[in-house]
């Protein structure tokens, strides 16, 4: 009775799900068979589980195929290509531009010739043009037969200082000087002169920016 009971709780517990359950089934005459089912009443029953295979998610027909990643290199530049296919070739041309190189830009004129004059009591000076300024030196008047000249008589040689042109290579130094001179006469000048000195340092700096020698 006992033998019985066990076999119809075997009977009734559900398979599981990856299982497949055999009974194995031996009447009194020793006959064997094997069935799905339990075995009937008088027959020596005997269970056995066979494991199921595990099965896959089943195949959708017509599922369209996952895109496969391209992952071929872009082509390398060649000789003469303007754009290599790696870097924006338009996005660098303007910055290209901006950072133009010195050598192509077009040169400044070079400074005016500028000289170095000597005065009579050999004082030194800048001066822009040939010939120096000309001053006049007075001269003794006498009267004829060696008197006296009348005290409202003057007389005076128009004579100028020796000037030389300053070398190529101390040009730009001597523009510069120059302007520093300016510079002091527009600071110390008198109310009536200052427009005129003010003039003159602007005239002078603008001839520096013109050039290749910077204004100090």
Same mark, same amino acid.
């Given at each position: 009775?006992?033998?019985?009971?066990?076999?119809l709780?075997?009977v009734?517990?559900?398979?599981?799900?990856?299982e497949?359950?055999?009974?194995?089934?031996?009447?009194?005459?020793?006959?064997l068979?094997?069935?799905?089912?339990?075995?009937?009443a008088?027959?020596?029953?005997r269970?056995?589980?066979?494991?199921a295979?595990?099965?896959?998610?089943?195949?959708?027909?017509?599922?369209?195929?996952?895109p496969?990643?391209?992952?071929?290199?872009?082509?390398?530049?060649?000789?003469?290509?303007?754009?290599? $296919? =790696?870097?924006? /070739?338009? +996005?660098?041309?303007? #910055? %290209?531009?901006? *950072?133009?190189?010195? @050598? !192509?830009?077009? &040169?400044?004129?070079p400074?005016?010739?500028?000289?170095?004059?000597?005065?009579?009591?050999?004082?030194?000076?800048?001066?822009?043009?040939?010939?120096a300024?000309?001053?006049?030196?007075?001269?003794?008047?006498? $009267? =004829?037969?060696? /008197?006296? +000249?009348?005290?409202? #008589? %003057?007389?005076? *040689?128009?004579?100028r @200082? !020796?000037?030389? &042109?300053?070398?190529?290579?101390q040009?730009?130094?001597?523009?510069?000087?120059?302007?520093?001179?300016?510079?002091?006469?527009?600071?110390?000048?008198?109310?009536?002169?200052?427009?005129?000195?003010?003039?003159?340092r602007?005239?002078?700096?603008?001839?520096?920016?013109?050039?290749?020698?910077?204004?100090?």
């Open positions: 009775m006992t033998r019985c009971l066990l076999l709780l075997l009734s517990l559900p398979a599981a799900a990856d497949a359950v055999f009974f194995r089934c031996t009447d009194a005459g020793g006959q068979t094997i069935q799905s089912v339990a075995c009937p008088g027959s020596d029953q269970i056995q589980r066979i494991s295979p595990v099965r896959g998610p089943a195949a959708v027909e017509n599922a369209p195929a996952a496969t990643p391209d992952y071929r290199m872009p082509p390398l530049p060649q000789d003469g290509d303007e754009d290599s $296919g =790696l870097l924006d /070739s338009a +996005a660098l041309r303007p #910055a %290209a531009a901006a *950072e133009e190189p010195d @050598d !192509a830009r077009p &040169p400044k004129p400074l005016p010739e500028i000289y170095q004059c000597v005065s009579a009591d050999g004082g030194r000076y800048l001066h822009e043009r040939e010939p300024p000309s001053r006049c030196e007075s001269l003794a008047l006498t $009267g =004829l037969g060696g /008197s006296h +000249a009348p005290s409202n #008589a %003057a007389s005076c *040689e128009v004579v @200082d !020796a000037c030389e &042109p300053v070398a190529e290579q040009r730009c130094s001597s523009w510069q000087q120059r302007l520093r001179d300016a510079r002091g006469r527009e600071r110390f000048a008198a109310p009536e002169n200052q427009a005129a000195a003010t003039a003159e602007t005239r002078l700096e603008a001839v520096l920016a013109e050039s290749d020698c910077p204004v100090p």
